[in-house]
């Protein structure tokens, strides 16, 4: 079995917020779309035959596993929760697995052709600061596969400031998304819009008695937990979002 690295003490601020025993109901992980989204979002990157690629957020390692089962790929993942990494090695024993933070990764230069970000970057409290590392650690024209949430509301000059607690606090709107990808020596090949999956993901979850709330610890207390999340939604309107940008 290959060892979680444990680079440094992991600070109780910087734990994974999908480090939460309700994940564990979601075999494929908690995202939009699941693997299926996943493989599109492969597909739509296009990495070269033995493509080495870098999962960031990448929790259990389900994608790394599909990456190198069904494309063929050399691929490693980072993520802040030993846990979760642990969890994913009990099952996939031969993974790469490293714990650690992906605003400070530990990789030299140019040593990925690609990065993938499924739903994890608006997770780390610091988009722009990972974005650069991404951009640090991918070769000259290696790609970014990107996923995640993004506030509607105010799509072309709106903010995200003053989101409320849990899974949408470190949602972003478009402009500061498109802001932090120019910023960080990366240029945008590909943008689709995938809230419709969002909005099939957030009702499936209640049509089956999942705590949202509880699920994505909205940071909220009392009996009006969902109503002020729901509340905060309809404001927000937020949307689902897969991207590729390239190296300039």
């Given at each position: ?11 109780k601020?910087?734990?994974?917020p ?8 979601f ?26 690629i ?17 494309y063929?790929?050399?691929a490693?993942g ?48 610091n988009i ?21 949430i993004?506030i509607r ?6 903010t995200?400031?003053?989101?409320p ?14 802001k932090n ?16 999956l ?18 994505f ?28 940008a390239?190296?300039?």
């Amino acid at each position: 079995m290959n060892p979680v690295l444990s680079l440094k003490p992991v600070e109780k601020e910087l734990l994974n917020p999908y480090d939460n025993s309700l994940f564990s109901l979601f075999p494929e992980g908690v995202r939009p779309g699941g693997l299926l989204l996943t493989e599109r979002l492969i597909e739509s990157a296009g990495f070269k035959n033995g493509a080495r690629i870098l999962d960031t957020g990448c929790g259990q390692g389900i994608s790394i596993e599909l990456l190198e089962r069904k494309y063929l790929f050399k691929a490693a993942g980072i993520d802040i929760s030993g846990s979760l990494l642990i969890n994913g090695l009990s099952k996939f024993p031969f993974l790469k697995l490293v714990q650690g933070d992906a605003g400070f990764l530990p990789f030299k230069n140019e040593s990925f052709d690609g990065v993938i970000a499924e739903c994890s970057l608006s997770a780390t409290g610091n988009i722009n600061r990972v974005l650069k590392e991404i951009g640090r650690v991918l070769g000259h024209g290696g790609r970014l596969a990107m996923s995640d949430i993004y506030i509607r509301n105010g799509t072309e000059a709106g903010t995200s400031e003053g989101n409320p607690p849990g899974v949408l606090s470190g949602a972003l709107t478009y402009s500061e998304i498109i802001k932090n990808i120019e910023d960080s020596e990366l240029k945008i090949l590909e943008w689709k819009d995938y809230s419709q999956l969002w909005r099939e993901f957030i009702a499936g979850l209640i049509l089956n008695d999942v705590p949202v709330c509880g699920l994505f610890k909205c940071g909220l207390s009392g009996e009006n937990n969902m109503k002020a999340f729901m509340n905060a939604a309809s404001a927000l309107k937020p949307g689902y979002f897969s991207l590729i940008a390239e190296k300039r």
